[in-house]
């Protein structure tokens, strides 16, 4: 997957309250990023993520509707402009994750 800066979008099968988004970056097969009551780090190879979703805002919680970190497997497909996931919790298929995430800028690096 490109190295950059993405929006993401994203929604789950337990989820009610409609699409929830994010920023994540990408860097040379690393993830981080978060939305407004979790942040996310992971690891990508090829076209598979295994992605730790942890809650941080103990007034809110997660897309899964729970208060305690997850582990996430997802697969990701390249569509040219963007990328498409989808995916569950680990050793939990009925909970499944889909979403979008779309190009927005290169990752700033040090000289």
Known sequence: MKNGIYKLIFN????TNGNLDGVIV???GAINGGGHASYYQGI???N???IK??????NDVTSFN????LDLELTIQNHGDHYLFRGHIKDDPSNTIFGKLDYLNHVVKKD
């Open 66 to 69: 729970g208060s305690e970190p």
């Open 53 to 58: 979703s942890t809650p941080y805002s103990e």
């Open 48 to 50: 598979k993520a295994l």
């Open 26 to 28: 990408i860097n040379d």
């Open 44 to 46: 990508i190879n090829e």
């Open 12 to 15: 789950t099968n337990v989820n």
